[in-house]
């Protein structure tokens, strides 16, 4: 059982803050364990609850977070205060494209957590920083049975939904990376760059 916490979780819910279901944390977490990976890039911070849940829960070196929204990054900075990890977790408040385009940073494993339809258009700049052998966690691949046709596509998610769809043939056809997409959660691609 993974250590969360639950004051973190209930605001998530009750101001409508996304944050992760248990089942996603919890395999991410071991994910994470289980890789030994050492340095994350999370995009997609919103109030810190993952990244702080990740950094209770392995044995990670640091987590860089990006997220976009400036009210969200301000309560994800005191939440990480709160829970004295300044010095384990950076946060960044900006698009996740500017820093994924310009960072000369490597990374053992990145969670995917930011605007999904983008996900296609981050995943070249994602593999150029990711180590040989690190992962790319890719959260809400179905986005709620959208994506896997369980219920009809609503008409403001239908570019979102057709990006979705692209990451997903992206990341099962090209040759650097092993991928497995797991029915967890919302639906998780594991990536893993393999070349
Ligand atoms: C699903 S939430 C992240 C949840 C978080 N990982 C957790 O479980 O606690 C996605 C976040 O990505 C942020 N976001 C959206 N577009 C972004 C962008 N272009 N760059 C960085 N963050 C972005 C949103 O503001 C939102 O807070």
Partial sequence: ???IDGELKKYGKSHK?????DDTLDFLIKTINNSNSKQILEIGTAIGYSAITIAENTDCANIDSLEID????NLAKENVAKHNLTEKITLYNLDALEYIKNTDKIYDFIYLDGPKGQYINYLPYLIKILKIG???F???LY???????KIPVSKGCRAMIKGLH??????NSNPSLDTKIYDIGDGIGVSKRIK
């Fill in 143 to 149: 986005f709620h049975g959208m994506v896997t046709g």
């Fill in 166 to 171: 692209k990451y997903i043939d992206e990341i």
């Fill in 17 to 21: 803050v996304p944050i992760s279901l």
């Fill in 138 to 140: 890719a959260d809400n």
């Fill in 70 to 73: 400036s009210e969200r990054y």
């Fill in 134 to 136: 690190g992962i790319i």
């Fill in 1 to 3: 059982m993974i250590n």
